[in-house]
């Protein structure tokens, strides 16, 4: 079975750029054309699944235009029949209320949705294309994945494409001590 993928992370919705002056305005649209352009790309290259691999905002508490911007950009996708799946990163956080622990996302239709809200691995399956996506989301902003179990999952699923979902670095232990997967996990 032949699958197409969309994949991104480190969108940053809704950042601030202070550095920026008074052009913070014009990159914040920027982001907004650039998220909103890939949604139409993956639609219009009907793609099966969209993976947004953290970071999609750039804060655990967006505005409400930025989440009611994301739900309008979702839905386009969902309307379309493309998978989509999203785990938190170190800037969109899992933090108590946060926009993927509030409810605030609950009103999308959940049937090619996957937000992974918990910080523990978690498998989704897309049986009709013989596919599992396994993720965690980030729960702090210094924490990294703890992919305990990840094999005995993958296993599981060993008649399956298995995709895994992270946010993080690889191998940046040295500079950074968070956010790391080592390239053995």
């Known amino acids: 079975m032949k699958i197409k993928?969309?994949?991104?992370?480190?969108v940053h919705l809704g950042a601030k750029f202070n550095f920026l002056g008074?052009?913070?305005?014009?990159?914040?649209?920027?982001?907004?054309?650039?998220?909103a352009?890939?949604?139409?790309?993956?639609i219009t290259k009907e793609v099966q699944i969209f993976l947004v691999?953290?970071?999609?905002f750039d804060s655990p508490y967006p505005s409400t235009f930025c989440v009611n911007f994301v739900k309008t950009q979702i839905d386009k996708l969902l309307k379309a029949g493309i998978y989509t799946a999203i785990i938190a990163g170190n800037h969109?956080?899992?933090?108590?209320?946060?926009?993927?622990?509030?409810?605030?996302?609950?009103?999308?239709?959940r049937q090619y949705l996957k937000i992974f809200s918990k910080p523990d691995l978690d498998a989704w399956e897309i049986p009709e294309?013989?596919?599992v996506i396994i993720g965690a989301g980030l729960n702090h902003p210094k924490n990294s994945?703890?992919?305990t179990g990840l094999y005995e999952i993958v296993s599981k699923y060993k008649d399956m494409l298995t995709i895994g979902l992270f946010h993080g670095s690889i191998d940046i232990a040295k500079y950074n001590k968070y956010n790391s997967l080592s390239p053995e996990q």
């Open 53 to 56: 691999a953290g970071d999609l």
């Open 5 to 10: 993928i969309f994949h991104t992370a480190d």
């Open 145 to 147: 994945v703890n992919i």
């Open 22 to 35: 008074s052009k913070a305005e014009l990159q914040r649209k920027q982001l907004e054309e650039t998220f």
């Open 129 to 131: 294309l013989q596919t």
């Open 37 to 42: 352009g890939i949604v139409e790309e993956a």
């Open 92 to 109: 969109d956080y899992l933090a108590a209320n946060s926009v993927y622990n509030s409810g605030i996302l609950s009103e999308i239709s």
